[in-house]
């Protein structure tokens, strides 16, 4: 068979699928008998190399475990399907992992050989788990059909994976399954065996990125998870705490009047005293402020983030703000507003669809918090949700620079 000497680090579901099915066409010999064994054994102890897997009964309940029903022993023309629930573990066979002469090679190894040392207690010699052999290769895998579909091209069949391998007799469909999985795992590593690795430094650069790739990957969900259930109490009039592009926030909707009264009675600041707000985007500000001024518009510009680097954050104060909630807004109509462009904060801003109330994560009068762990337990129990992203970053947070700009483009630096 052939295959290719470049290998892909991951294979889509969706593309296996695609590829055309194989499956051992060899001679599969099942032994369930004592007297079968001897003749078996001695035709495997001739061979190099061998492709090795087991099945036990699936069970469908937490904690409870089959033993090992079935193993199966490969090379290319032949696999024998040794039925360990109707003969035990020979102790012939049990030698056979016992030999350095001969290379067995398996998926996930170790979880297969301890089956088999609960049945006959031997010392496995010579085995090669297939999962860490192919990431040598830059294969960063470890289901067999995937490995098999980056080396090959094609598909082996996993539609027997759940099966009773302790039943009275083998379905010749289960013997072709049991026996191809053994097959495979021959086939792909001799295959690997005739292809240059790559060098260890590269397989450790490999594994390090994939490492960090599932990492972030959780975190993401665990994000979105987090948004999705912010977003929920927002819309309900809750008060959430939530990290910002700067320090840790107190946010609600910003066009809420019962969730602004809210959160002013949670910070016990008085009311009329304005607060900012965050946007996840310089087009949603036109719905807030009538007339943006020309000098608001180039400020907005110069805190864009360029080759995705953000400048420090700008709050820019506008004149006459609407459709927003009163008691946010100064005694002149002007309103606070600043474009967030930190992931988690622009995500949220973006899914609720609305501005949100940015303001510091203290009661009124009390120092501002600069990371989480400093924020007062009180507070934490008084909202109505605490959100769970970037708790554990220790680096302080610095405020944003305040800048208002006036209706006649006049600019004022409150804070640099």
């Known amino acids: 068979m052939e295959h290719a000497k470049q290998f892909s680090h991951h294979i889509s579901k969706d593309l296996v699928n695609l590829m055309p099915l194989v499956s051992f066409d060899g001679q599969t010999i099942i032994v369930d008998r004592p007297e079968q064994v001897e003749e078996a054994v001695s035709y495997l102890r001739d061979c190099p190399v061998l492709g090795i897997d087991t099945e036990a009964r699936p069970s469908f309940t937490r904690g409870t475990h089959y033993p090992t029903a079935l193993v199966q022993i490969a090379t290319e023309q032949r696999c024998y399907l040794f039925r360990l629930n109707k003969i035990g573990m020979p102790a012939s066979l049990a030698r056979i992992f016992s030999s350095k002469q001969i290379c067995k090679v398996g998926l996930a190894f170790k979880d297969d050989l301890n089956g088999l040392r609960r049945l006959h207690d031997f010392k496995p010699q010579n085995c090669v ?3 860490s052999f192919v990431s040598g290769y830059g294969i960063l895998e470890l289901g067999l059909q995937k490995i098999f579909a980056i080396v090959f091209g094609k598909k082996i069949s996993k ?6 391998w302790e039943a009275d007799t083998l379905t010749p469909e289960q013997a072709r399954y049991a026996a191809t999985d053994a097959w495979a795992t021959l086939l792909i590593y001799q295959a690997l065996q005739d292809s240059a690795a790559l060098p260890k430094r590269e397989v450790e650069r490999l594994k390090s990125a994939e490492r960090q790739a599932q990492v972030q990957h959780q975190l993401d969900i665990n994000m979105h998870k987090d948004i999705d259930r ?3 109490v927002l819309r309900n ?5 939530y990290p910002t592009d700067t320090v840790w926030g107190l946010g609600c909707d910003a066009t809420n009047d019962e969730a602004v009264d809210k959160l002013f009675r949670i910070k016990q600041r008085d009311k009329g005293k304005s607060v900012l707000v965050l946007t996840d985007s310089p087009d949603r500000i036109a719905d807030y402020i009538p007339d943006i001024p020309e000098a608001a518009a180039n ?6 983030p360029e080759d995705g680097v953000a400048p420090k954050p700008i709050t820019i104060i506008y004149p006459k703000a609407h459709n927003v909630s009163k008691g946010i807004t100064a005694e002149d109509g002007s309103l606070g507003i600043r474009v967030t462009y930190e992931r988690f904060s622009n995500m949220l801003c973006r899914q609720l669809g609305k501005p949100l109330v940015s303001t510091s994560a203290n009661f009124a009068g009390r120092p501002t918090p600069k990371a989480f762990c400093e924020i007062d337990c009180k507070l934490l129990a008084a909202v109505d949700y605490v959100c769970h992203s970037r708790r554990g970053e220790n680096k302080p947070a610095q405020p944003s620079s305040i800048i208002k700009v006036g209706a006649d483009n006049t600019v004022t630096v409150i804070r640099p």
């Open 129 to 131: 788990d297939l999962q």
């Open 237 to 241: 009039g809750g008060v959430i705490l």
């Open 230 to 232: 912010a977003v929920e």
């Open 159 to 164: 539609s027997q994976q759940l099966t009773n």
């Open 299 to 304: 400020l907005l510009v110069v805190s864009a």
